[in-house]
């Protein structure tokens, strides 16, 4: 085969810029798609977590836990979170809490301090049981559940009332667990070698193809001016 034959071979497999631009128009929205879909996994799934721990079911908030954690940790999960105020991207689930399975620990350790809180330690009496009295018919009124962490406050709040009952009150303060134990976070991968992965990264490559043709054009023009 002649040279200009071999030539017209290797032009005729050449990719073109212009097939490049009408590939990537279709493989954005692919993309976009892909990356809202596993997005919206996570969220079911993350939905599951906080469904299970209003139900109070610890056997349900480990396994939905632990399904969450094991897509997120294989999947690129894009999400935008709020921080002080501001909102950014993130990979992962972003900061999400165990609000139920909190207060029940910090109930827990309120009935605990409970038993602290004696006739005989204190000459106002029974402090928890005075503190009690106001905030249950607070909670009547405004149909808070002994769980909930209106019930919790207004039984610091009233604590704080009674002379001689700081102490008291850091005992009950220091027993109520941290909240930071019942906060939950889970990182995803920049790429995984998922359907969504593999499509990002096609998108890439054309798109590092695109932009060093670009270059190449612009200083290939560069050039000749000064030739």
């Known amino acids: 085969m002649k040279k200009g034959g071999r030539k017209k071979e290797r032009e005729k497999f050449k990719l073109k810029t212009w097939w490049l631009l009408v590939a990537l128009l279709p493989l954005l929205f692919i993309d976009a798609t892909l990356l809202r879909l596993d997005h919206m996994r996570m969220v079911e799934l993350r939905d599951a977590v ?7 079911d610890d056997q349900a908030i480990l ?6 954690k094991e897509f997120t940790f294989s999947n690129m999960v894009i999400n935008i979170v709020e921080e002080n105020g501001v909102q950014k991207v993130t990979f992962g689930t972003g900061p999400f809490y165990l609000e139920k399975s909190y207060l029940r620990a910090a109930n827990k350790a309120l009935e605990e301090a409970e038993a602290n809180l004696t006739s005989d330690a204190n000459p106002h009496g029974n402090v928890y049981l005075l503190a009690a009295q106001v905030c249950k018919s607070q909670a009547i009124a405004n149909g808070w559940g002994y769980r909930d962490a209106e019930y919790i406050n207004c039984m610091l ?10 102490n008291l009150e850091d005992q009950m303060i220091a027993a109520l667990p941290s909240t930071e134990l019942y906060r939950r976070e889970f990182a995803a ?9 593999f499509a990002i990264l096609l998108t890439a490559i054309i798109l ?3 932009i060093y043709r670009v270059f190449a054009w612009i200083i290939l023009r560069i050039a000749l001016i000064f030739l």
Do not use: F
């Open 50 to 56: 906080i469904a299970a721990d209003a139900a109070e």
């Open 63 to 68: 396994n939905s836990i632990m399904t969450l």
């Open 157 to 166: 709040s009233e604590i704080q009332k009674y002379p001689a009952a700081d």
């Open 189 to 197: 991968p920049v790429w995984a070698p998922t359907w969504t992965g």
């Open 208 to 210: 590092i193809i695109l």
